[in-house]
Protein backbone atom coordinates (compact mmCIF):
# COMPACT_ATOMS: atom_id res chain seq x y z
CA UNK A 1 0.00 0.00 0.00
CA UNK A 2 1.43 3.25 -0.86
CA UNK A 3 0.17 6.60 0.53
CA UNK A 4 0.33 9.39 -1.79
CA UNK A 5 0.89 13.27 -0.07
CA UNK A 6 1.00 15.72 -3.16
CA UNK A 7 0.97 18.75 -0.19
CA UNK A 8 2.83 21.08 -2.74
CA UNK A 9 -0.66 21.21 -4.62
CA UNK A 10 -2.39 21.28 -1.79
CA UNK A 11 -0.62 24.05 -0.50
CA UNK A 12 -0.98 26.17 -4.01
CA UNK A 13 -4.84 25.36 -4.40
CA UNK A 14 -5.29 26.74 -0.88
CA UNK A 15 -3.82 29.65 -1.75
CA UNK A 16 -5.51 30.32 -4.69
CA UNK A 17 -8.98 29.81 -3.09
CA UNK A 18 -8.07 31.92 -0.48
CA UNK A 19 -7.27 34.81 -2.89
CA UNK A 20 -10.26 34.03 -4.95
CA UNK A 21 -12.18 34.59 -1.22
CA UNK A 22 -10.76 37.82 -0.48
CA UNK A 23 -10.98 39.55 -3.85
CA UNK A 24 -14.53 38.27 -4.55
CA UNK A 25 -16.48 41.30 -2.72
CA UNK A 26 -20.00 40.73 -0.81
CA UNK A 27 -21.72 39.19 -2.87
CA UNK A 28 -23.90 35.27 -3.25
CA UNK A 29 -22.44 32.37 -4.30
CA UNK A 30 -24.04 29.37 -6.30
CA UNK A 31 -24.17 25.59 -5.32
CA UNK A 32 -20.98 22.99 -4.17
CA UNK A 33 -20.37 21.21 -7.32
CA UNK A 34 -19.25 18.01 -4.91
CA UNK A 35 -20.43 18.70 -1.88
CA UNK A 36 -23.73 18.35 -0.48
CA UNK A 37 -26.00 21.02 -0.15
CA UNK A 38 -28.49 21.81 2.57
CA UNK A 39 -30.40 24.21 0.55
CA UNK A 40 -32.60 22.34 -1.18
CA UNK A 41 -34.35 25.11 -3.04
CA UNK A 42 -34.09 26.24 -7.09
CA UNK A 43 -32.03 24.76 -8.85
CA UNK A 44 -31.28 22.03 -6.08
CA UNK A 45 -35.14 21.25 -5.28
CA UNK A 46 -36.87 20.47 -8.89
CA UNK A 47 -34.21 20.30 -11.21
CA UNK A 48 -32.21 17.68 -13.25
CA UNK A 49 -28.69 17.32 -12.56
CA UNK A 50 -26.46 15.33 -15.02
CA UNK A 51 -22.88 15.13 -15.39
CA UNK A 52 -20.07 13.46 -17.58
CA UNK A 53 -17.16 11.97 -15.35
CA UNK A 54 -14.14 11.00 -17.20
CA UNK A 55 -11.76 8.75 -14.27
CA UNK A 56 -8.49 7.59 -15.22
CA UNK A 57 -7.16 5.27 -12.54
CA UNK A 58 -4.03 3.44 -13.53
CA UNK A 59 -4.80 0.98 -16.53
CA UNK A 60 -8.61 1.88 -15.93
CA UNK A 61 -10.52 4.12 -17.80
CA UNK A 62 -14.30 5.01 -16.48
CA UNK A 63 -16.95 7.38 -18.08
CA UNK A 64 -19.88 8.11 -15.85
CA UNK A 65 -22.87 9.93 -16.51
CA UNK A 66 -25.77 10.22 -13.60
CA UNK A 67 -28.79 11.40 -13.91
CA UNK A 68 -30.14 12.88 -10.95
CA UNK A 69 -33.76 13.95 -10.12
CA UNK A 70 -34.65 15.52 -6.91
CA UNK A 71 -38.10 16.51 -6.18
CA UNK A 72 -39.58 18.22 -3.29
CA UNK A 73 -42.54 17.24 -1.32
CA UNK A 74 -41.97 20.39 0.61
CA UNK A 75 -39.04 23.08 0.82
CA UNK A 76 -37.69 20.88 3.95
CA UNK A 77 -38.49 17.27 2.74
CA UNK A 78 -36.82 16.12 -0.48
CA UNK A 79 -36.64 12.85 -2.33
CA UNK A 80 -35.04 11.64 -5.69
CA UNK A 81 -33.64 8.96 -7.58
CA UNK A 82 -30.14 8.54 -9.13
CA UNK A 83 -29.24 6.42 -12.77
CA UNK A 84 -26.34 6.18 -13.75
CA UNK A 85 -24.59 4.90 -16.89
CA UNK A 86 -21.14 3.60 -17.19
CA UNK A 87 -18.71 2.92 -19.25
CA UNK A 88 -15.57 1.35 -18.31
CA UNK A 89 -12.45 -0.40 -19.77
CA UNK A 90 -9.28 -2.19 -18.35
CA UNK A 91 -5.93 -2.03 -20.78
CA UNK A 92 -7.73 -0.64 -23.50
CA UNK A 93 -9.96 -3.82 -23.72
CA UNK A 94 -13.27 -3.63 -24.91
CA UNK A 95 -15.70 -1.30 -22.69
CA UNK A 96 -18.56 -2.88 -20.65
CA UNK A 97 -21.14 -0.34 -20.67
CA UNK A 98 -24.75 -0.08 -19.43
CA UNK A 99 -27.01 1.03 -16.23
CA UNK A 100 -24.66 1.12 -13.08
CA UNK A 101 -26.26 0.86 -9.53
CA UNK A 102 -29.27 2.90 -9.37
CA UNK A 103 -30.39 4.95 -6.22
CA UNK A 104 -32.95 6.66 -4.13
CA UNK A 105 -32.67 9.29 -1.77
CA UNK A 106 -34.48 11.49 0.98
CA UNK A 107 -33.12 14.41 2.82
CA UNK A 108 -35.02 16.35 5.32
CA UNK A 109 -33.97 20.04 6.59
CA UNK A 110 -34.48 19.55 10.79
CA UNK A 111 -32.94 22.43 11.48
CA UNK A 112 -33.16 26.18 10.06
CA UNK A 113 -32.22 29.28 11.08
CA UNK A 114 -32.67 32.42 8.80
CA UNK A 115 -31.02 36.00 9.08
CA UNK A 116 -31.12 38.74 6.81
CA UNK A 117 -28.65 37.63 3.79
CA UNK A 118 -27.65 34.85 5.53
CA UNK A 119 -28.88 31.26 6.40
CA UNK A 120 -27.93 28.16 8.60
CA UNK A 121 -29.33 24.43 7.25
CA UNK A 122 -28.60 20.94 8.21
CA UNK A 123 -30.50 18.21 7.01
CA UNK A 124 -30.24 14.58 6.97
CA UNK A 125 -30.10 12.40 3.92
CA UNK A 126 -30.13 8.44 3.31
CA UNK A 127 -29.19 6.57 0.19
CA UNK A 128 -29.87 3.63 -0.93
CA UNK A 129 -28.25 1.73 -3.58
CA UNK A 130 -29.16 -1.26 -5.46
CA UNK A 131 -27.11 -3.96 -7.00
CA UNK A 132 -28.63 -3.10 -10.43
CA UNK A 133 -25.20 -2.99 -12.70
CA UNK A 134 -24.04 -5.91 -14.09
CA UNK A 135 -21.09 -7.91 -12.29
CA UNK A 136 -20.87 -10.94 -14.48
CA UNK A 137 -18.68 -9.05 -17.17
CA UNK A 138 -15.11 -8.17 -17.03
CA UNK A 139 -14.81 -5.33 -16.09
CA UNK A 140 -17.79 -4.97 -13.47
CA UNK A 141 -19.90 -2.17 -14.08
CA UNK A 142 -22.08 -2.88 -10.70
CA UNK A 143 -21.06 -3.18 -7.15
CA UNK A 144 -22.95 -6.31 -6.67
CA UNK A 145 -23.78 -4.96 -3.07
CA UNK A 146 -26.54 -2.80 -1.73
CA UNK A 147 -25.58 -0.05 0.06
CA UNK A 148 -27.21 2.52 2.90
CA UNK A 149 -25.71 5.48 3.07
CA UNK A 150 -26.70 7.64 6.18
CA UNK A 151 -25.34 11.21 7.32
CA UNK A 152 -25.69 14.79 7.87
CA UNK A 153 -25.22 18.02 5.31
CA UNK A 154 -24.38 21.62 7.07
CA UNK A 155 -24.14 24.93 5.31
CA UNK A 156 -23.65 28.26 6.26
CA UNK A 157 -24.76 30.43 3.56
CA UNK A 158 -24.52 34.30 3.48
CA UNK A 159 -24.53 37.14 1.11
CA UNK A 160 -20.73 37.12 1.44
CA UNK A 161 -19.53 33.76 1.78
CA UNK A 162 -21.25 29.79 1.60
CA UNK A 163 -19.49 27.20 3.65
CA UNK A 164 -20.46 23.65 2.83
CA UNK A 165 -19.75 19.90 4.54
CA UNK A 166 -21.29 16.50 4.36
CA UNK A 167 -19.93 13.39 6.10
CA UNK A 168 -21.74 10.11 5.53
CA UNK A 169 -21.55 6.48 6.75
CA UNK A 170 -21.75 3.94 4.16
CA UNK A 171 -23.11 0.86 4.87
CA UNK A 172 -22.62 -2.31 2.47
CA UNK A 173 -23.65 -5.69 2.09
CA UNK A 174 -21.92 -8.69 -0.07
CA UNK A 175 -18.76 -8.64 2.29
CA UNK A 176 -17.69 -5.13 0.59
CA UNK A 177 -16.55 -3.21 3.18
CA UNK A 178 -18.34 -0.39 4.66
CA UNK A 179 -16.79 3.16 4.30
CA UNK A 180 -17.10 6.96 5.71
CA UNK A 181 -17.83 9.47 3.11
CA UNK A 182 -16.67 13.43 4.13
CA UNK A 183 -16.53 16.47 1.76
CA UNK A 184 -16.30 20.31 2.46
CA UNK A 185 -15.71 23.15 0.58
CA UNK A 186 -17.38 27.01 -0.42
CA UNK A 187 -17.45 29.23 -3.40
CA UNK A 188 -17.44 32.84 -4.40
CA UNK A 189 -18.85 34.86 -7.60
CA UNK A 190 -17.10 36.68 -9.93
CA UNK A 191 -19.79 38.46 -11.78
CA UNK A 192 -22.00 41.00 -9.58
CA UNK A 193 -24.74 39.41 -8.22
CA UNK A 194 -28.10 39.60 -9.59
CA UNK A 195 -31.88 37.49 -9.73
CA UNK A 196 -32.44 36.37 -12.26
CA UNK A 197 -29.08 35.36 -11.92
CA UNK A 198 -26.07 35.77 -14.39
CA UNK A 199 -23.03 34.19 -12.66
CA UNK A 200 -19.58 32.83 -12.80
CA UNK A 201 -19.11 31.11 -9.57
CA UNK A 202 -15.32 29.74 -8.36
CA UNK A 203 -15.29 26.66 -5.44
CA UNK A 204 -12.91 24.90 -3.81
CA UNK A 205 -14.08 22.09 -2.59
CA UNK A 206 -12.76 18.31 -0.81
CA UNK A 207 -13.83 14.84 -0.59
CA UNK A 208 -13.09 11.90 1.27
CA UNK A 209 -13.38 8.17 1.90
CA UNK A 210 -12.36 6.39 4.70
CA UNK A 211 -12.62 2.49 3.49
CA UNK A 212 -12.76 0.26 6.86
CA UNK A 213 -11.45 -2.73 6.57
CA UNK A 214 -9.00 -2.44 4.27
CA UNK A 215 -8.02 1.07 6.76
CA UNK A 216 -7.72 3.04 3.52
CA UNK A 217 -8.17 6.85 3.00
CA UNK A 218 -8.77 8.70 -0.28
CA UNK A 219 -8.57 12.47 -0.16
CA UNK A 220 -9.08 14.90 -3.36
CA UNK A 221 -9.32 18.62 -3.79
CA UNK A 222 -11.79 19.92 -6.58
CA UNK A 223 -11.63 23.68 -7.80
CA UNK A 224 -14.53 24.12 -9.99
CA UNK A 225 -16.35 26.97 -11.78
CA UNK A 226 -20.06 27.24 -12.56
CA UNK A 227 -21.60 29.05 -14.75
CA UNK A 228 -25.50 29.86 -13.82
CA UNK A 229 -27.26 31.46 -17.08
CA UNK A 230 -30.54 32.45 -15.87
CA UNK A 231 -33.44 31.00 -13.10
CA UNK A 232 -33.23 27.49 -14.78
CA UNK A 233 -30.20 26.54 -16.20
CA UNK A 234 -26.51 25.96 -14.94
CA UNK A 235 -23.11 24.25 -15.91
CA UNK A 236 -20.18 23.36 -14.17
CA UNK A 237 -17.04 21.62 -14.72
CA UNK A 238 -14.32 20.44 -12.50
CA UNK A 239 -11.21 18.28 -11.52
CA UNK A 240 -10.84 16.06 -8.60
CA UNK A 241 -6.62 15.47 -8.10
CA UNK A 242 -5.78 13.26 -5.07
CA UNK A 243 -3.87 14.75 -1.95
CA UNK A 244 -3.88 11.33 -0.25
CA UNK A 245 -4.69 8.00 -1.85
CA UNK A 246 -4.35 5.03 -0.50
CA UNK A 247 -4.16 1.84 -3.14
CA UNK A 248 -1.95 0.10 -4.95
CA UNK A 249 0.71 1.92 -6.93
CA UNK A 250 -1.05 0.49 -10.28
CA UNK A 251 -4.64 1.67 -9.25
CA UNK A 252 -3.64 5.48 -8.77
CA UNK A 253 -5.34 8.38 -9.93
CA UNK A 254 -4.58 10.05 -12.78
CA UNK A 255 -7.22 13.19 -13.50
CA UNK A 256 -10.93 12.84 -12.80
CA UNK A 257 -12.64 15.41 -14.62
CA UNK A 258 -16.50 16.68 -14.91
CA UNK A 259 -18.53 18.90 -17.05
CA UNK A 260 -22.10 19.12 -16.21
CA UNK A 261 -25.63 21.05 -16.47
CA UNK A 262 -28.75 21.21 -14.15
CA UNK A 263 -31.93 22.32 -15.45
CA UNK A 264 -34.58 23.42 -13.50
CA UNK A 265 -37.96 21.67 -14.44
CA UNK A 266 -40.37 21.38 -11.39
CA UNK B 1 -94.27 44.03 8.02
CA UNK B 2 -93.74 45.37 4.17
CA UNK B 3 -92.55 48.04 5.19
CA UNK B 4 -89.85 46.58 7.78
CA UNK B 5 -88.98 44.17 5.02
CA UNK B 6 -88.25 47.27 2.44
CA UNK B 7 -86.50 49.04 5.24
CA UNK B 8 -83.84 46.43 5.96
CA UNK B 9 -83.44 45.86 1.95
CA UNK B 10 -82.29 49.16 1.88
CA UNK B 11 -80.18 48.92 4.37
CA UNK B 12 -78.26 45.81 3.17
CA UNK B 13 -77.73 47.87 0.25
CA UNK B 14 -76.38 50.47 1.60
CA UNK B 15 -74.08 48.64 3.44
CA UNK B 16 -73.11 47.11 0.61
CA UNK B 17 -72.57 50.00 -1.27
CA UNK B 18 -70.37 51.13 1.65
CA UNK B 19 -67.90 48.32 1.30
CA UNK B 20 -67.58 48.35 -2.14
CA UNK B 21 -66.98 51.95 -2.01
CA UNK B 22 -64.09 51.46 0.63
CA UNK B 23 -62.03 49.09 -1.66
CA UNK B 24 -61.01 50.91 -4.44
CA UNK B 25 -59.43 53.93 -1.98
CA UNK B 26 -57.37 50.60 -0.35
CA UNK B 27 -55.95 49.63 -3.24
CA UNK B 28 -54.68 52.76 -4.55
CA UNK B 29 -52.24 53.77 -1.04
CA UNK B 30 -50.75 49.71 -1.80
CA UNK B 31 -49.78 49.04 -5.28
CA UNK B 32 -46.37 47.58 -3.83
CA UNK B 33 -45.77 45.47 -0.98
CA UNK B 34 -42.18 45.08 0.16
CA UNK B 35 -41.53 41.63 2.04
CA UNK B 36 -38.12 41.25 4.23
CA UNK B 37 -36.96 37.64 2.96
CA UNK B 38 -34.54 36.08 5.70
CA UNK B 39 -32.38 33.43 4.48
CA UNK B 40 -32.22 34.54 1.29
CA UNK B 41 -28.55 34.63 0.53
CA UNK B 42 -28.26 32.78 -3.06
CA UNK B 43 -29.73 33.93 -6.22
CA UNK B 44 -29.88 30.29 -7.77
CA UNK B 45 -32.42 29.66 -4.91
CA UNK B 46 -34.66 32.53 -5.41
CA UNK B 47 -36.59 30.97 -8.29
CA UNK B 48 -38.89 28.86 -5.97
CA UNK B 49 -40.13 32.40 -4.03
CA UNK B 50 -40.48 33.88 -7.16
CA UNK B 51 -43.30 31.34 -8.43
CA UNK B 52 -45.11 31.41 -5.26
CA UNK B 53 -45.24 34.53 -4.59
CA UNK B 54 -46.60 35.63 -8.11
CA UNK B 55 -49.31 32.29 -7.56
CA UNK B 56 -50.13 34.81 -4.50
CA UNK B 57 -54.08 36.50 -5.51
CA UNK B 58 -53.96 39.64 -6.51
CA UNK B 59 -49.79 39.75 -7.55
CA UNK B 60 -49.13 41.21 -10.64
CA UNK B 61 -45.34 40.53 -10.53
CA UNK B 62 -42.21 40.14 -8.46
CA UNK B 63 -39.52 41.66 -7.87
CA UNK B 64 -36.12 39.83 -6.11
CA UNK B 65 -33.11 41.89 -4.57
CA UNK B 66 -31.25 39.07 -3.28
CA UNK B 67 -28.46 41.61 -1.70
CA UNK B 68 -31.16 43.64 0.31
CA UNK B 69 -32.89 40.14 1.33
CA UNK B 70 -35.73 42.05 0.08
CA UNK B 71 -38.61 40.93 -2.63
CA UNK B 72 -41.21 44.00 -4.02
CA UNK B 73 -44.39 42.88 -5.31
CA UNK B 74 -47.00 44.82 -7.71
CA UNK B 75 -50.54 44.74 -6.94
CA UNK B 76 -52.91 44.33 -9.67
CA UNK B 77 -55.08 47.41 -9.95
CA UNK B 78 -58.17 47.18 -7.71
CA UNK B 79 -56.76 44.27 -5.70
CA UNK B 80 -55.60 43.78 -1.98
CA UNK B 81 -53.08 41.17 -0.93
CA UNK B 82 -53.51 39.75 2.29
CA UNK B 83 -50.26 39.86 4.28
CA UNK B 84 -51.16 36.13 6.10
CA UNK B 85 -51.13 34.82 2.18
CA UNK B 86 -47.22 36.80 1.66
CA UNK B 87 -46.48 35.24 4.69
CA UNK B 88 -47.38 31.59 3.91
CA UNK B 89 -45.80 31.43 0.57
CA UNK B 90 -42.88 32.90 1.78
CA UNK B 91 -42.38 29.98 4.50
CA UNK B 92 -43.58 27.37 1.59
CA UNK B 93 -40.88 28.59 -1.04
CA UNK B 94 -38.41 28.08 2.19
CA UNK B 95 -37.63 31.19 3.25
CA UNK B 96 -38.65 33.53 6.57
CA UNK B 97 -41.04 36.14 6.60
CA UNK B 98 -39.76 39.40 7.97
CA UNK B 99 -41.20 42.97 8.14
CA UNK B 100 -44.19 43.77 5.65
CA UNK B 101 -44.22 47.58 4.33
CA UNK B 102 -45.94 49.67 2.04
CA UNK B 103 -44.05 51.83 0.11
CA UNK B 104 -45.08 55.20 -1.52
CA UNK B 105 -46.73 54.27 -5.39
CA UNK B 106 -44.18 55.38 -7.74
Known sequence: MVKTHNFPIFHILVFIGSILFLISGIRAQGPPVYVQTPILLGLDGGGVRTFGKLIKKGNVNIYLQPVVVPYNITAKFQMGGIAPFISKSVNEMEAQTGLGDMALFAKYVFFQKDGKGKTFRVLARVKQSFPTGKTNVTPAIGTGSYQTLTGLVAGYVTTKFGVYGDFGYNYTSAGLPDNLVYDFGFSVPLLPQQYPPNQINLSLEFTGNYIFGKSSNNFFVAPAIQYIAGRRVLFETGVQLPLIEDVEPGQKTKFMVLLGTRILIF | ?106
Request: proline share 5%; net charge positive.
Open chain 2, 1 to 106: MKKLIVILSFLVFLGTVHIKAQSPSDTLVHKKVEVNVDGLSCPFCAYGLEKKAIGIAGVDSVKIDVEKGLMTLKVKDGKVIAEDDIRKQVKKAGFTPGEISYPDPD
